[in-house]
């Protein structure tokens, strides 16, 4: 059964340093999404994408994301100067987008800012 | 806006009993879509199921149901036959029908199933 997949799982980073979190969704898949959770807390909506642009995006991400669909695979969100709060699990999701609309997601990849 | 309340962060029963998970939810839109996800120790997010609320009859799958209460605005999730693999977070979610479509999640409920 195809799965999102997300590199790396776990990223050690320092504080001001850009990290770039990398996803494949699944492949018929045309709508793509990060959420973030921070350790105890709930899963929060970052961005959603889709035809090659962003169609939402919540008050978290600000100017230090971006996101991007370099090729016809690979899903990225770049953190570009990293922050101790940025610290969380970050998930990415896809969903085929013809109407059963279920979101399937990733396994997650730690981000841990020192 | 979305919201979407569980009431219970920490639940804890035997195995082989049921077990009921509470959600409340507010919506402003007429269609939209419910879930509920798992998410073990390994910090992984698994769809458990989902419900249409244009939809009538409860979702079930296998040993997990639902109990859709459209006017009440309540979303709970029951588990039959516990077992210890069920023991996790279990997010309860809603999800629009037009636009991004994105997910607002609960704050999760920890349940736990002892032997």
């Known amino acids: 059964e195809p799965e999102v997949t997300q590199t790396p799982s776990h990223q050690v980073t320092q504080m001001g340093q850009e990290v770039i979190l990398r996803c494949v969704p699944i492949s018929n898949h045309l709508y793509f999404y990060w959420y973030r959770q921070i350790l105890g807390q709930k899963v929060e909506f970052l961005v959603s994408f889709y035809n090659n642009e962003i169609s939402e995006k919540s008050e978290i991400f600000d100017d230090q994301f971006s996101v991007e669909r370099p090729d016809g695979s690979n899903f990225t969100l770049k953190i570009r100067s990293t922050k101790l709060e940025d610290s969380a699990m970050y998930f990415c999701?896809?969903?085929?987008?013809?109407?059963?609309?279920?979101?399937?997601f990733g396994p997650g990849t730690r981000l841990t800012v020192l | 806006a979305q919201t979407v309340t569980q009431s219970q962060p920490e639940m804890s029963v035997q195995e082989a009993e049921t077990v009921t998970l509470s959600c409340t939810y507010d919506?402003?839109?007429?269609?939209?879509?419910l879930f509920w996800y798992k998410q073990p120790p390994s910090r992984q997010m698994i769809l458990v199921i989902r419900?249409?609320?244009?939809?009538?009859q409860n979702a079930t799958e296998n040993r997990f149901s639902v109990n859709f209460q459209k006017a009440a605005k309540s979303f709970s999730l029951k588990i039959s036959d516990s077992q210890l693999g069920d023991t996790a977070m279990y997010f309860c979610?809603?999800?629009?029908?037009?636009?991004?479509?994105?997910?607002?999640f609960g704050q999760g409920t920890r349940l736990t199933i002892n032997p």
């Open positions: 419900q249409e609320a244009y939809k009538q």
């Open positions: 919506t402003s839109e007429n269609n939209y879509y």
């Open positions: 979610a809603i999800g629009g029908i037009q636009g991004a479509q994105k997910l607002v």
């Open positions: 999701a896809s969903r085929r987008g013809d109407g059963t609309d279920t979101q399937y």
